[in-house]
């Protein structure tokens, strides 16, 4: 279904108002310190102060619980790494970085109705405040976990892809860079939850469905990542 540009601009700026909104809100609800046994959030934060020191990923100075399987000290890198640019600055300060996880919630909501923009259109901005309003993620706002960055890098491997098989064209970057860009993208996704293993089959599928056969480029695409 087609749509004039006012509308598309009219549901630009609503999305605009609809994302800060709710990162100003996330913000204001955030209550300080962390619930026990609520995740492994001490493991990624103590990996990333283990990042910036040099020290190897794992090494934690408490013992975890793997009865109850909370505490563990080995995660993936990914997450990890994005807080350490946060810890460098401000230290191992717990508000801050829960205001830079949802930062990384924004992104993944502007990339997700990006997303919904380049293939429906009509239903973009519902599509956006469904997420917005979703209560899996509203719960997930206090906890300092992997989740908002893995949709993110999912958000942004799906919209590689469109690009790269042409479904939202853009001529202004060349083919190789959206190749790239999407190997990468699910790489680091997968480096960030280990289910995001489930994204090489899943883009697999995608191309020989796009081209109706078995292409380099669905090749490469699964083999870089």
Do not use: H
């Not at 013992?63 to 890198?77: K, S």
């Not at 860079?177 to 994204?199: E, H, Y």
């Amino acid at each position: 279904m087609q749509v004039s540009d006012s509308y598309k601009k009219y549901t630009n700026v609503v999305a605009l108002i609809v994302i800060a909104a709710t990162g100003l809100l996330y913000c204001l609800t955030l209550t300080p310190g962390m619930a026990w046994g609520g995740g492994d959030f001490a493991s990624y934060v103590w990996n990333g102060q283990n990042l910036l020191a040099g020290k190897p990923l794992g090494e934690a100075p408490f013992i975890p619980n793997y009865e109850t399987n909370t505490g563990v000290t080995i995660v993936p890198p990914m997450f990890p790494l994005a807080l350490s640019a946060p810890i460098a600055v401000f230290g191992s300060n717990l508000e801050i970085l829960k205001v830079y996880n949802v930062g990384i919630l924004l992104v993944f909501l502007l990339l997700a109705y990006r997303f919904a923009v380049a293939n429906a259109p009509s239903i973009a901005l519902p599509f956006l405040l469904a997420l917005a309003a979703s209560p899996q993620l509203w719960a997930m706002r206090d906890a300092l976990m992997s989740e908002y960055l893995f949709l993110a890098l999912v958000m942004a491997a799906l919209l590689a892809w469109d690009r790269l098989y042409g479904i939202d064209s853009d001529e202004s970057r060349p083919y190789w860079f959206w190749l790239v860009l999407t190997s990468l993208c699910v790489c680091a996704a997968i480096l960030t939850r280990v289910v995001g293993i489930a994204l090489l089959p899943a883009v697999f599928c995608a191309g020989i469905w796009a081209e109706r056969r078995l292409s380099r480029r669905t090749l490469t695409i699964t083999l870089l990542a």
